[in-house]
T-cell receptor, first 119, second 113 residues
Framework: GAVVSQHPSWVICKSGTSVKIECRSL??????MFWYRQFPKQSLMLMAT?????????EQGVEKDKFLINHASLTLSTLTVTSAHPEDSSFYIC???????????????FGNGTRLTVT | AQSVTQPDIHITVSEGASLELRCNYS??????LFWYVQSPGQGLQLLLKYFSGDTLVQGIKGFEAEFKRSQSSFNLRKPSVHWSDAAEYFC???????????FGAGTILRVKS
């Protein structure tokens, strides 16, 4: 089945540094990738939607300058947390929609998430 | 705006007992509904989905869900729970003309032996 690989699975960084998270669709092409953030014991909150070759669409309240999203190819999207602070510590999950099929017929495939801890 | 409500934050069942996790949605048109399971520190795995047709949907791992339009519900069921089913379960709805999933708050399932 379709696999989405997310890397790294966990990362610890110092406050003020930037962290890049990669999301790859391994055996299919994904025109659309989604980035979610999950706080402890809470649900997933959509941060942004990225379409290959175009700018990402951010949800209300998400700082686009802080969470940089790049979707340069049909198999790779990256999320960069810039100038990270402890409040950015969270679990980040990406998902990808299969190209060529109705979005309603193709379940979104999720990565295994990245645990970010900012010290 | 569409929303998904999972009334139960935690549920504990005995191994071998039946399970029902509740999900209610708020959406005017026909929703596209999903159930996902998440193990600790992991991503989400799709259990089942409903788009149209038969309102009783069969999924993986012995799970099923029934869409009831009159009750705006899409409850997840399993006749006999296994200890490996302990995880967090999310109900989600997709916007009719988009790809966005809106998730419920999740229900943590604990299985006692």
């Amino acid at each position: 089945g379709a696999v989405v690989s997310q890397h790294p699975s966990w990362v610890i960084c110092k406050s003020g540094t930037s962290v890049k998270i990669e999301c790859r669709s391994l055996d299919f092409q994904a025109t659309t990738m989604f980035w979610y953030r999950q706080f402890p014991k809470q649900s997933l909150m959509l941060m942004a939607t990225s379409n290959e070759g175009s700018k990402a669409t951010y949800e209300q309240g998400v700082e686009k300058d802080k969470f940089l999203i790049n979707h340069a190819s049909l198999t790779l999207s990256t999320l960069t947390v810039t100038s990270a602070h402890p409040e950015d510590s969270s679990f980040y999950i990406c998902s990808a929609a299969t190209v060529g099929l109705s979005s309603y017929n193709s379940p979104l495939h999720f990565g295994n998430g990245t645990r970010l801890t900012v010290t | 705006a569409q929303s998904v409500t999972q009334p139960d934050i935690h549920i504990t069942v005995s191994e071998g007992a039946s399970l029902e996790l509740r999900c209610n949605y708020s959406y005017g048109a026909t929703p596209y509904l999903f159930w996902y399971v998440q193990s600790p520190g992991q991503g989400l795995q799709l259990l089942l989905k409903y788009f149209s047709g038969d309102t009783l949907v069969q999924g993986i791992k012995g799970f099923e869900a029934e869409f009831k339009r009159s009750q705006s519900s899409f409850n997840l069921r399993k006749p006999s729970v296994h200890w490996s089913d302990a995880a967090e379960y999310f109900c989600a709805v997709i916007v009719e003309y988009g790809n966005k999933l809106v998730f419920g708050a999740g229900t943590i399932l604990r299985v006692k032996s």
